[in-house]
Structures are given as structure tokens and as C-alpha cells.
């Protein structure tokens, strides 16, 4: 098969294509025949040196796919409800970026009606983490408020969507006026030019000096102490990334006086039974959704896959609003 690998740490550039052999699928595995592979920030780190796969897991890049199955044992395909030839869309730990791909069945949702292979490849590496962070981890609630950092990213746009949609009142960061707009347009109420406006001034006064109850954070960085402020009383902080940095100084007494939740994840090294829970509840309670058109996967750029490295140039530059995906 075809794939692209990471020839050694570096820019875009290090990424080629190259021969492969085909994955096997081990028990609990399903074979999937790679339609389109989806681009995440990890992937970057990934290529940078910084975010190795975890053990026992391909060297190749790449955290989601969609396409047909190809593959696995017909039993417990049809245990899970899948057969040969049906269109799939799944989590990985890695080898994304390939032809063929091997993904635990449980981490394997069908496409959902409606939905082209770029649409679907869009969908897991997003749509599970914010499903985590938002509403399991951060216990996100009707008639609550959410700030998103980073709205125009891909969480950012599923973060806004699956939020509205579940009866949340929405506010978002974004880098400039027309990426705000865009935000907007995907359903957000308020949308605030980190550039240009203090964040944490702003969503107090749009909350009416009340503070946000829920916080999605990409930043970490310096952005915590501005997020304790504007957090209102019993309000959590999920933390899923340091595009920031590491190191973040705040008021603990404002943690203390408010009863507030700071929390943190990471999902790759999680394991299969927890990504199966969670694929579970996303066909539950989220699928509906994307079958009717309330949430839609937002694309910002296809790339064919031998075109990687443009896909990641793209993805560094920060200009794009929604997701990068790849086909093959």
C-alpha cells in the first residue's frame, strides 16, 4: 500500500510517500480500505519529534480515517453490526495516513447518512475529544454558557455546533474579525478577537459579569489565569492542549472561592474500552444530530495524500477555518 511516513524529524517537507506492507488486523481489529485521512495539530507535533506514537502503535502518522471494510473476523464484524463493504469512519492511535488502516472495532462508527468519505474522515478526532472534554469531563449543560479558545480550529467549529445543538450558549476566541464572522455564521452567539479585545473582560461582560460556565482550552499558557477570572462560580476549565506553553500562574484563591475545576486529558493513550464508550455515546447521541443536517462537518481544504506536506503547511499558518483532510 501506499503511505505516508515521516522520514525524520522536521518541517513539512520530511513527509513522503512510500510502499508499505498492508496492516493486519488483529482480534478486535477491523481492516479499513482508506478513502481519506483526516489532518490534526498532533499530527504536526507528531512529525516535529514532540508527540510520539505510544507503544506497540504505527510510526506512521495520522488519528483519523473513512472508508470501507475491508477486513477482519466476520463474527465479531457482525457482533458490532458491520460487515464487508460497509462505510466506516474511525479513531486511531496512528497509521492513519495510508491506504489501509487497522482500527479496533469499537472505535468504528458507520458514515453517517449523507455524508461523503472527506466529510466522515472529518468527524472522529474532533467529535471525540470534544464529546470528552466538553460534556463528560466539563459536564457541559442546557442553558449554560461555553467559551471556546480557538473557535475557527476544527475542534473549535465542532465545539460551537455540538454546543448549540444541545441547547448552550456559545462564545468563542478567534485571531481575526473575519474568522469571529465565520464563527458566528456556524452558530456561535458571541465571537471575540483575541488580537484586539481582553477575552476574559469581554466573556464577563457578555455573561453580564456572571462569568462562563464551561472553558475549552487549546492554549493553556498565560490563558489560565485569564480563564480562573472569567470562569463563574462552580465553572470548569478543560485543558486539552499548550499551544501556549506549559507553564501557567493564577489565582488559587479565585479556584477556591469560586469551587472551580480544572481539568486535563490527553485521548490517544487512552484505552480501546474508554474510545469505545465514547464512539458509543457520539452514535448515541450525535449521530442523530449529523444525520439531520443540526451539526455538519466543516472542510476548509482537500488535499490528495501524496500532497501532505502542503496539508501541514496549511495546518501551521493557522489561516484555515474548519478541517484538512487528505484523500487517497
Same mark, same amino acid.
Not at 525524520?8 to 480500505?33: C, D, K, S, Y
Given at each position: !500500500?501506499? $503511505? +505516508?511516513?515521516?522520514?525524520?524529524?522536521?518541517?513539512?517537507?520530511?513527509?513522503?510517500?512510500?510502499?508499505?506492507?498492508?496492516?493486519?488486523?488483529?482480534?478486535?481489529? !477491523?481492516?479499513?480500505?482508506? *478513502? $481519506?485521512?483526516?489532518?490534526?495539530?498532533?499530527?504536526?507535533?507528531? *512529525?516535529?519529534? $514532540?508527540? @510520539?506514537?505510544?507503544?506497540?502503535?504505527?510510526?506512521?502518522?495520522?488519528?483519523?480515517?473513512?472508508?470501507?471494510?475491508?477486513?477482519?473476523?466476520?463474527?465479531?464484524?457482525?457482533?458490532?453490526?458491520? %460487515?464487508?463493504?460497509?462505510?466506516?469512519?474511525?479513531?486511531?492511535?496512528?497509521?492513519?495516513?495510508?491506504?489501509?488502516?487497522? $482500527?479496533?472495532? =469499537?472505535?468504528?462508527? &458507520?458514515? @453517517?447518512?449523507?455524508? /461523503?468519505?472527506?466529510?466522515?474522515?472529518?468527524?472522529?478526532?474532533?467529535?471525540?475529544?470534544?464529546?470528552?472534554?466538553?460534556?463528560? +469531563?466539563?459536564?457541559?449543560? &442546557?442553558?449554560? /454558557?461555553?467559551?471556546?479558545?480557538?473557535?475557527?480550529?476544527?475542534?473549535?467549529?465542532?465545539?460551537?455546533?455540538?454546543?448549540?445543538?444541545?441547547?448552550?450558549?456559545?462564545?468563542? /476566541?478567534?485571531?481575526?474579525?473575519?474568522?469571529?464572522?465565520?464563527?458566528?455564521?456556524?452558530?456561535?452567539?458571541?465571537?471575540?478577537?483575541?488580537?484586539?479585545?481582553?477575552?476574559?473582560?469581554?466573556?464577563? %461582560?457578555?455573561?453580564?459579569?456572571?462569568?462562563?460556565?464551561?472553558?475549552?482550552? !487549546?492554549?493553556?499558557?498565560?490563558?489560565?489565569?485569564r480563564e480562573v477570572q472569567c470562569l463563574a462560580d462552580d465553572g470548569r476549565l478543560a485543558i486539552i492542549a499548550v499551544q501556549g506553553g506549559t507553564r501557567s500562574a493564577f489565582d488559587a484563591g479565585?479556584?477556591?472561592?469560586? %469551587?472551580?475545576? +480544572?481539568? =486535563?486529558?490527553?485521548?490517544?493513550?487512552?484505552?480501546?474500552?474508554?474510545?469505545?464508550?465514547?464512539?458509543?455515546?457520539?452514535?448515541?447521541?450525535?449521530?442523530?444530530?449529523?444525520?439531520?443536517?443540526?451539526?455538519?462537518?466543516?472542510?476548509?481544504?482537500?488535499? @490528495?495524500?501524496?500532497?501532505a506536506a502542503a496539508a501541514h503547511a496549511l495546518m501551521e499558518s493557522s489561516t484555515h477555518v474548519g478541517k484538512i483532510v487528505l484523500t487517497w
Amino acid at each position: !500500500m501506499k $503511505a +505516508i511516513e515521516i522520514s525524520r524529524p522536521g518541517g513539512p517537507e520530511v513527509l513522503r510517500t512510500v510502499e508499505r506492507a498492508a496492516p493486519v488486523p488483529q482480534a478486535g481489529e !477491523m481492516l479499513i480500505a482508506v *478513502r $481519506a485521512s483526516g489532518v490534526n495539530r498532533p499530527d504536526v507535533l507528531q *512529525r516535529k519529534g $514532540a508527540y @510520539p506514537p505510544p507503544p506497540g502503535v504505527s510510526d506512521l502518522p495520522g488519528l483519523e480515517v473513512a472508508g470501507t471494510v475491508a477486513g477482519g473476523d466476520p463474527a465479531e464484524l457482525a457482533a458490532a453490526g458491520f %460487515r464487508l463493504g460497509d462505510r466506516v469512519c474511525a479513531l486511531v492511535a496512528g497509521g492513519g495516513y495510508a491506504e489501509q488502516c487497522t $482500527a479496533p472495532i =469499537g472505535q468504528c462508527l &458507520p458514515v @453517517p447518512a449523507g455524508l /461523503t468519505d472527506v466529510e466522515a474522515a472529518a468527524l472522529p478526532e474532533t467529535f471525540f475529544t470534544v464529546w470528552q472534554n466538553v460534556f463528560e +469531563i466539563a459536564k457541559l449543560q &442546557p442553558g449554560e /454558557t461555553l467559551l471556546v479558545q480557538g473557535g475557527s480550529s476544527g475542534i473549535g467549529v465542532t465545539a460551537i455546533q455540538l454546543a448549540k445543538a444541545l441547547g448552550a450558549t456559545v462564545i468563542v /476566541t478567534a485571531g481575526s474579525d473575519d474568522k469571529c464572522a465565520a464563527c458566528v455564521r456556524l452558530g456561535a452567539d458571541h465571537a471575540i478577537n483575541y488580537r484586539t479585545q481582553d477575552f476574559a473582560a469581554e466573556a464577563r %461582560r457578555l455573561t453580564g459579569g456572571r462569568g462562563v460556565d464551561v472553558v475549552l482550552d !487549546m492554549v493553556a499558557g498565560d490563558y489560565v489565569e485569564r480563564e480562573v477570572q472569567c470562569l463563574a462560580d462552580d465553572g470548569r476549565l478543560a485543558i486539552i492542549a499548550v499551544q501556549g506553553g506549559t507553564r501557567s500562574a493564577f489565582d488559587a484563591g479565585l479556584v477556591l472561592r469560586k %469551587r472551580l475545576a +480544572i481539568t =486535563g486529558s490527553t485521548l490517544r493513550a487512552r484505552s480501546v474500552a474508554y474510545k469505545t464508550r465514547l464512539a458509543q455515546a457520539l452514535r448515541e447521541r450525535v449521530w442523530p444530530l449529523l444525520e439531520a443536517g443540526r451539526v455538519k462537518p466543516v472542510i476548509h481544504a482537500v488535499f @490528495p495524500a501524496a500532497d501532505a506536506a502542503a496539508a501541514h503547511a496549511l495546518m501551521e499558518s493557522s489561516t484555515h477555518v474548519g478541517k484538512i483532510v487528505l484523500t487517497w
